[in-house]
Structures are given as C-alpha cells and as structure tokens.
C-alpha cells in the first residue's frame, strides 16, 4: 500500500485533546484518523450502493405501473383487512 501525508490545521486545544483520548484507548491520533476515515469511506460507499438499490426499486415500480401491472386500492385494502383480522383473531386467542 503507497502511503501519502495528509496535513490540515485544527484547533490547538482540540488536538490535544484528541491525542489525550486516543492515548486512553492505546492509539495513536493518526490511527484513529485512519479508522474514522476507513469508517467514512465505507458508510459512503454502503449509502451509494443503497441508494442504486433503491432507484433500481422505483424503476421496477414504474415500469409495472406503465404495463398495467397494477393492483387496485381496493384489493390492497381487503387484502389489508384479511390480515389485520388474522392478527387481531392471534391476539385474542394468545389473551385468553
């Protein structure tokens, strides 16, 4: 792995704070530094690869829709009711 400096100015008070802490924990501030920034790059990554997801989702959605493939309010909603009454019919049998 090539290695590169990476210098930037922080308050003097913070530093030293940051370097206290990191001495409690047995680190370094840089290998912190190098942790939050390994952390970071991998939530952007996680994030970017949900949000692909996610549209890949909508499109699917949206081309069902534009095909007609749709089910209707209504039928959702008695498919809904069917459910609430299997839930609601568990509940009072594990009540009594």
Sequence with gaps: MSEATFTFRVDETLK???AAAAKIRDRTGAQLLRDFMRDFVRQQQ?????????RRQVQIGLDSAAAGDVISAEEVEAQAEIRRAETQRKLTGSAS
């Design 46 to 54: 996680e994030a970017a690869e949900h949000d692909a997801w996610f």
């Design 16 to 18: 030293n704070e940051f």
